[in-house]
């Protein structure tokens, strides 16, 4: 492949618009990620009925945790690259491209067969309510089928962040985004496939993207020599990823597991409000693209900064992009909180559906202030390569705050309007537990450099 040059900006000269220009791209590669997804439920909503979108939104749910997992894990590559190319170091970064590669074939496989093995337990786990058990499952067995693409995109798109590119995983999405609604239409409004067809409409859209995005890069190149020879389970690269990726790959996954565990509970509590759940949670997902997109983007720069040996500057970022998305959240708050009806009724057109959507919303929107602080601090983190302590805070959080709080109202209450508090709460105690982390290492910092 063409070598360029390793150099990528951000560990020289400003701070703030070299983040926020690099961000940029990746908020409208996770907007089109987002509606990728949404896409599904919303021509399911017009084309089918209340099962059907319970069925989509579970399933949904069940194959977002098993994306978490992956891209945790390929947010080890991100750092270990990005690190790398701030000590100038084209040789170990060739080598943890071709290490992530085997290691992530090995990872598809495995999802793969325990999506396609465990579909029906899995339905059963979720308490998808009686008319939805068959296409729930339907759901997870074809999309389990194509996670070898699904892995692809991530590991891609993750390789790209680590260098500084955040503009080609926004071509890969696009790619993917507007096969997926094209195949939607013709599957599930035209050929009337219902759930089958929004599954494997997905899978399908993934499968071409990465094709696509596999010639890209070729033509493309990268900043650093990199050929097939690199392909190999390199040890040391493979070590390193696994310790920076398995903290956060488990901080992700059992964290969207502790939304499968409120999922669960909702859906005990009726069809409509299983259904009007799963519609928030897209709506929720378009909600917090700024703050993701600052934890992404931040990990990335932290990462370069920090393998220049420019802790200071790193830290300058942490509050320069925290600021910035703080003015974001305050109108994401606005729109979550005042806006809820509107919002779901571009996935439903069942009025029960939509008010259970806005009611859970009206509370849930809390947490779109919290998290611009939460994901700053976790980006910041994971760019340092204190991934465990991610992984420790959003634990706590998810078991220790969410699923107690949810459990309790689920018993006491039916308003989906007071189970939306226990995210808001999660988040807080997760914002403190970062916020004196951090006040922590800036003090150990500060008695080595007396020392």
Same mark, same amino acid.
């Given at each position: 492949?063409?070598?360029?040059?390793?150099?990528?900006?951000?560990?020289?000269?400003?701070?703030?618009?070299?983040?926020?220009? %690099?961000?940029?791209? /990746?908020?409208?590669?996770?907007?089109?990620?987002?509606?990728?997804?949404?896409?599904?439920?919303?021509?399911?909503?017009?084309?089918?009925?209340?099962?059907?979108?319970?069925?989509?939104?579970?399933?949904?749910?069940?194959?977002?945790?098993? =994306?978490?997992?992956?891209?945790?894990?390929?947010?080890?590559?991100?750092?270990?690259?990005? &690190?790398?190319?701030?000590?100038?170091?084209?040789? &170990?970064?060739? @080598?943890?491209?071709?290490?992530?590669?085997?290691?992530?074939?090995?990872?598809?496989?495995?999802?793969?067969?325990?999506?396609?093995? #465990?579909?029906?337990?899995? =339905?059963?786990?979720?308490?998808?309510?009686?008319?939805?058990?068959?296409?729930?499952?339907?759901?997870? &067995?074809?999309?389990?089928?194509?996670?070898? %693409?699904?892995?692809?995109?991530?590991?891609?798109?993750?390789?790209? &962040?680590?260098?500084?590119?955040?503009?080609?995983?926004?071509?890969?999405?696009?790619?993917?985004?507007?096969?997926?609604?094209?195949?939607?239409?013709?599957?599930?409004?035209?050929?009337?496939?219902?759930?089958?067809?929004?599954?494997?409409?997905?899978?399908?859209? +993934?499968?071409?993207?990465?094709?696509?995005?596999?010639?890209?890069?070729?033509?493309?190149?990268?900043?650093?020599? #990199?050929? /097939?020879?690199?392909?190999?389970?390199?040890?040391?690269?493979?070590?390193?990823?696994?310790?920076?990726?398995?903290?956060?790959?488990?901080?992700?996954?059992?964290?969207?597991?502790?939304?499968?565990?409120?999922?669960?509970?909702?859906?005990?509590?009726?069809?409509?409000?299983?259904?009007?759940?799963?519609?928030?949670?897209?709506?929720?997902?378009?909600? %917090?693209?700024?703050?993701?997109?600052?934890? +992404?983007?931040?990990?990335?720069?932290?990462? +370069?900064?920090?393998?220049?040996?420019?802790?200071?500057?790193? @830290?300058?970022?942490?509050?320069?992009?925290?600021?910035?998305?703080?003015? !974001?959240?305050?109108?994401? #708050?606005?729109?979550?909180?005042?806006?809820?009806?509107?919002?779901?009724?571009?996935?439903?057109?069942?009025? +029960?559906?939509?008010?259970?959507?806005?009611?859970?919303?009206?509370?849930?929107?809390?947490?779109?202030?919290?998290?611009?602080?939460?994901?700053? #601090?976790?980006?910041?983190?994971?760019?340092?390569?204190? =991934?465990?302590? !991610?992984?420790?805070?959003?634990?706590?959080?998810?078991?220790?705050?969410?699923?107690?709080?949810?459990?309790?109202?689920?018993? =006491?209450?039916?308003?989906?309007?007071?189970?939306?508090?226990?995210?808001?709460?999660?988040?807080?105690?997760?914002?403190? /537990?970062?916020?004196?982390?951090?006040?922590?290492?800036? @003090?150990?910092?500060?008695?080595?450099? !007396?020392?």
């Amino acid at each position: 492949m063409e070598e360029k040059s390793m150099s990528s900006g951000f560990t020289e000269g400003k701070i703030l618009s070299p983040l926020i220009k %690099f961000m940029i791209p /990746i908020v409208g590669a996770l907007l089109l990620q987002a509606m990728y997804g949404a896409v599904d439920l919303m021509i399911i909503g017009w084309f089918g009925d209340a099962s059907s979108l319970s069925a989509v939104a579970t399933g949904s749910s069940v194959t977002q945790m098993a =994306t978490m997992l992956i891209s945790g894990l390929t947010m080890g590559a991100t750092v270990l690259i990005g &690190r790398y190319i701030g000590e100038n170091n084209p040789e &170990r970064a060739g @080598k943890t491209v071709g290490a992530a590669i085997c290691m992530f074939t090995v990872v598809a496989v495995i999802v793969s067969v325990i999506l396609l093995l #465990f579909a029906s337990p899995l =339905t059963r786990v979720m308490q998808v309510p009686e008319q939805a058990i068959g296409q729930c499952e339907a759901y997870l &067995r074809i999309c389990g089928a194509g996670m070898i %693409f699904v892995t692809a995109y991530n590991v891609i798109s993750g390789i790209f &962040r680590g260098i500084g590119n955040s503009r080609l995983p926004l071509i890969f999405v696009a790619i993917a985004c507007v096969v997926n609604v094209i195949g939607d239409f013709l599957l599930v409004g035209v050929f009337k496939m219902d759930v089958a067809g929004a599954a494997l409409a997905t899978i399908l859209a +993934q499968a071409v993207s990465v094709v696509l995005s596999v010639i890209i890069i070729r033509k493309t190149g990268l900043p650093f020599h #990199f050929n /097939i020879k690199y392909i190999k389970f390199h040890p040391f690269e493979i070590k390193s990823m696994l310790q920076l990726g398995i903290p956060i790959a488990l901080q992700d996954t059992l964290t969207s597991m502790s939304f499968l565990i409120v999922n669960s509970m909702i859906n005990s509590m009726g069809l409509m409000a299983s259904a009007g759940y799963g519609v928030a949670c897209k709506v929720m997902g378009f909600i %917090f693209l700024i703050p993701s997109a600052f934890m +992404q983007a931040m990990s990335a720069f932290v990462a +370069q900064n920090i393998g220049a040996g420019k802790v200071d500057r790193a @830290k300058r970022a942490l509050f320069s992009g925290m600021g910035s998305a703080l003015i !974001v959240g305050v109108f994401m #708050f606005l729109a979550g909180c005042f806006g809820g009806s509107l919002l779901s009724s571009i996935f439903s057109t069942d009025p +029960q559906v939509i008010e259970a959507s806005a009611s859970y919303l009206r509370s849930y929107s809390i947490d779109c202030i919290i998290t611009c602080i939460l994901f700053c #601090f976790m980006g910041y983190f994971n760019g340092c390569g204190h =991934t465990k302590l !991610v992984m420790i805070q959003g634990l706590i959080g998810a078991f220790g705050i969410r699923i107690p709080l949810a459990w309790i109202l689920c018993k =006491t209450t039916s308003s989906l309007f007071l189970m939306g508090f226990a995210t808001p709460a999660a988040s807080i105690v997760s914002c403190i /537990i970062c916020f004196c982390y951090y006040l922590h290492l800036n @003090k150990k910092q500060k008695a080595q450099v !007396v020392v």
